[in-house]
């Protein structure tokens, strides 16, 4: 296999004299933002990217906006060099590391987007304002790349959902991909804050996508009854007194509305705090042929 130097970029100017020749030859542009700490979840997105087009386009920026005063901005993991190998052997064409200027400017007085009703549940009701913070920055970076389509994970499906509704509400020209979730081997979503687990959290942790896994068995065994597929789930969180559960909630794949019976368009969203460490997982509970991704198999009760 050959693989071709990625070219690194910090300034908006240098990303788009990156771009400006490739775009006027009418090649297709894929984006896949991320903040960065890469895992083998970033590098899915970016083996999507190149499968469905030409250039592929990674950023890399610990968003600050999305952050609430309390949360770990400070203490996010930061792994430069190991980024740069893992964009480079994805075969990413350009690196883009801006710096808060590059993308927020030089004062505050700029233009405030809002994400609306799908920005106030679930994520957005335990943390006020982060997607207020990450509409902010992806239409920031959206009108730097000018992608011609924008790769995202359903490991964060409620920012899935907000994303596709931005690029929509916005009239963007931007075709929006998500990439089915990836776990590591005993089923618990790859994320940059696993770094934070203590052994005996990571262990508790697998409490998560086995409550989404027993809620999907419940459901392939024909209940429709969400008291029913939630009691499943709940039955495995329970397992591990170190989870505390934010939120367990079976909602509709576009509108996050509730729902009170399991069809083919039901999501389960969790959240949780294990330790010190707030994660999120989710998972179709009919999984389909367009839709399927990764849980283990566990048990029945
Ligand atoms: P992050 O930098 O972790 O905030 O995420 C950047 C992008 O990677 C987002 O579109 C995430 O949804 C996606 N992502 C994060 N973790 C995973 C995963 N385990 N599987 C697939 N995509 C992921």
New binding site residues.
Partial sequence: MTTTPVTHVATVPELRAQLSAPRGEGRRIAF??????LHA??A??MHRARAVADIVVVSCFVNPTQFGPTEDLSRYPRTPEHDAELVAAAGVDVLWRPDERDVYGDDDAGTRLLAGPLGDILEGASRPGHFDGVVAVVARLLGAVQPDVLV?????FQ??AILRRLVADLLLPVEVVG?????EADGL????RNAYLSPEDRAAAVAIPRALAAARARAADGSRELPDVLAAARSQLAAQPRVEVDYLVAAHATSLAPVTRVDDATVLLVAARVGSTRLIDNARLLPGPDNADHLPEVPHD
């Fill in positions: 896949v933002p991320t903040m960065g700490a979840g970033h899915e997105l995202l994970g359903e490991k964060d920012q899935l990439v089915p979730t990836i776990r979503a790859r994320s940059s």
